[in-house]
């Protein structure tokens, strides 16, 4: 999985998802893409499938990154969960046996609970909502697939992915690693509209098939910054013995907010103009690790319930945070064997044998800043400015480790989650 989200003042994100090795995967379409196509899958109006996996998705969400802060201790954390739900819950569609039953398990779904046709349709109606048009906000998912030539995917595998998700499917000779290689940068190159170059550099010999995904994500702030309110030089504490010099962003506005005291730590949540919003979670001093045992999907239910809406002197940097990091390790260590042994089962893939997951890897890069463009002048808002005549205000400085979700509202997916150690480190 390789992602991209570039933005300085405003947010865009182009994530893509790779997966080197003998496998497939499904993904929904955008409603209308980019070349005018419309797609096949529609958005219904209510889905119960969807708000019953969003907190399963949730859990899976914060039991990964805490896989990720033990991998790389004291390190930048950033990811997409919900884009790697989607891959896992895909390669479980043409998995069979205990190959299919351990990736459920890490994902945290369990066959007698939810059927597999509800979980894919669940999936599917998830993707189609985050891809359906929004004003105010530019949100795209789509993926192809890269097969070795001498691959015969089922028929049916076919038409279902299409169905679902359609996704472009290119026999690539894998012979020819340079000319694979440089076919599959192309497209990527040219999806991700040139933000993405030379995606992959290290294709191996024995690659059979590779997915990429791609996500792009544009919004701004309900309430932006000013560029002249950003100090150039402000401190920021790494650890006890190491400050690091970064631009913070300051402003005093009305947000939703809270300090919970059971976790000693303050949440605050920054919106989007539209349906997106951004929690940053800043722990007291010494009360990380605490804060990161307790994540889970009912936590942000309680962060959810008690936020409250009141004026705050708000100081956060602007930041650039990225990581990498070895998917295969990872689900191994959750769980997930079979799918990169030699008794792999993706029987509802290809009938040839042998197919294995081999290589994921995982990257992701965010640029924040003050609120969307850089052509865009500064500007006053004046509808939640400070007041001429205030009390004191709460003061919030995200100014030493903080930890960052970024939420779609309609299907309360967490569409990425990291933590910020340093935001002078890419």
Same mark, same amino acid.
Request: net charge neutral; glycine share 4%.
């Given at each position: 999985?390789?992602?991209?989200?570039? &933005?300085?003042?405003?947010?865009?994100?182009?994530?893509?998802?790779?997966?080197?090795?003998?496998?497939?995967?499904?993904?929904?379409?955008?409603?209308?893409?980019?070349? +005018?196509?419309?797609?096949?899958?529609?958005?219904?109006?209510?889905?119960?499938?969807?708000? !019953?996996?969003? #907190?399963?998705?949730?859990?899976? %969400?914060?039991?990964?990154?805490?896989?990720?802060?033990? *991998?790389?201790?004291?390190?930048?954390?950033?990811?997409?969960?919900?884009?790697?739900?989607?891959?896992?819950?895909?390669?479980?569609?043409? &998995?069979? #046996?205990?190959?299919?039953?351990?990736?459920?398990?890490?994902?945290?779904?369990?066959?007698?609970?939810?059927?597999?046709?509800?979980?894919?349709?669940?999936?599917?109606?998830?993707?189609? #909502?985050?891809?359906?048009?929004?004003? *105010?906000?530019?949100?795209?998912?789509?993926?192809?697939?890269?097969?070795?030539?001498?691959?015969?995917?089922?028929? !049916?595998?076919?038409?279902?992915?299409?169905?679902?998700? $359609?996704? *472009?499917?290119? #026999?690539?000779?894998?012979?020819?690693?340079?000319?694979?290689?440089?076919?599959?940068?192309?497209? /990527?190159?040219?999806?991700?509209?040139?933000?993405?170059?030379?995606?992959?550099?290290?294709?191996?010999? @024995?690659? /059979?098939?590779?997915? /990429?995904?791609?996500?792009?994500?544009?919004?701004?702030?309900?309430?932006?910054?000013?560029?002249?309110?950003? *100090? /150039?030089?402000?401190?920021?504490?790494?650890?006890?013995?190491?400050?690091?010099?970064?631009?913070?962003?300051?402003?005093?506005?009305?947000?939703?907010?809270?300090?919970?005291?059971?976790? @000693?730590?303050?949440?605050?949540?920054?919106?989007?103009?539209?349906?997106?919003?951004?929690?940053?979670?800043?722990?007291? %001093?010494?009360?990380?690790?605490?804060?990161?045992?307790?994540?889970?999907?009912?936590?942000?239910? !309680?962060?959810?319930?008690?936020?409250?809406?009141?004026?705050?002197?708000?100081?956060?940097?602007?930041?650039?945070?990225?990581?990498?990091?070895?998917?295969?390790?990872?689900?191994?260590?959750?769980?997930? !064997?079979?799918?990169?042994?030699?008794?792999?089962?993706?029987?509802?893939?290809? =009938?040839?044998?042998?197919?294995?997951?081999?290589?994921?890897?995982?990257?992701?890069?965010?640029?924040? +800043? $003050? =609120?969307?463009?850089?052509?865009? %002048?500064?500007? $006053?808002?004046?509808?939640?400015?400070?007041? $001429?005549?205030?009390?004191?205000?709460?003061?919030?400085?995200?100014?030493?480790?903080?930890?960052?979700?970024?939420?779609?509202?309609?299907?309360?997916?967490?569409?990425?989650?990291?933590?910020?150690?340093?935001?002078?480190?890419?």
């Amino acid at each position: 999985i390789c992602y991209y989200l570039y &933005s300085r003042m405003s947010l865009f994100i182009c994530m893509l998802f790779l997966v080197f090795g003998q496998h497939t995967t499904i993904h929904c379409t955008p409603h209308i893409s980019s070349e +005018g196509k419309v797609a096949t899958c529609h958005l219904p109006q209510q889905n119960a499938t969807l708000y !019953k996996m969003s #907190s399963i998705n949730a859990d899976f %969400a914060f039991s990964l990154y805490r896989r990720f802060a033990v *991998e790389t201790p004291d390190q930048n954390i950033f990811f997409s969960p919900v884009s790697i739900s989607a891959a896992l819950a895909m390669l479980s569609f043409g &998995s069979g #046996s205990t190959t299919q039953t351990q990736i459920l398990e890490v994902l945290g779904f369990n066959l007698t609970d939810i059927s597999m046709t509800e979980l894919q349709h669940g999936f599917q109606h998830l993707i189609c #909502s985050l891809n359906f048009p929004k004003e *105010e906000l530019e949100l795209q998912m789509g993926n192809a697939l890269f097969i070795g030539k001498q691959l015969k995917p089922l028929t !049916k595998f076919l038409d279902d992915v299409k169905t679902l998700y $359609e996704t *472009e499917v290119f #026999s690539t000779d894998f012979s020819n690693i340079s000319a694979a290689q440089q076919e599959i940068n192309n497209h /990527v190159e040219k999806q991700t509209k040139g933000k993405i170059v030379g995606l992959i550099q290290d294709l191996k010999l @024995n690659t /059979v098939m590779v997915l /990429v995904s791609y996500t792009h994500f544009k919004a701004k702030w309900a309430n932006p910054f000013h560029l002249f309110k950003t *100090e /150039v030089s402000f401190n920021f504490l790494v650890d006890k013995t190491t400050t690091v010099q970064v631009s913070m962003m300051h402003q005093i506005k009305q947000y939703y907010h809270l300090v919970d005291i059971e976790l @000693n730590c303050t949440v605050l949540q920054m919106d989007y103009i539209k349906n997106a919003l951004a929690l940053f979670v800043l722990p007291k %001093a010494g009360n990380l690790e605490w804060v990161e045992a307790a994540l889970s999907s009912k936590t942000l239910k !309680k962060w959810n319930r008690l936020l409250q809406k009141g004026w705050v002197d708000l100081f956060i940097p602007k930041f650039s945070i990225s990581a990498t990091y070895d998917l295969g390790t990872t689900l191994q260590k959750m769980g997930m !064997k079979d799918a990169f042994a030699e008794n792999a089962n993706f029987h509802g893939l290809t =009938e040839d044998n042998g197919l294995k997951l081999s290589y994921a890897s995982h990257k992701a890069v965010l640029h924040i +800043g $003050e =609120e969307g463009t850089k052509d865009v %002048a500064p500007h $006053e808002n004046g509808s939640l400015d400070q007041p $001429e005549i205030s009390p004191p205000h709460p003061t919030i400085r995200f100014d030493r480790t903080f930890l960052l979700m970024i939420l779609e509202k309609s299907t309360r997916s967490i569409l990425f989650l990291g933590k910020v150690v340093n935001p002078t480190e890419m």
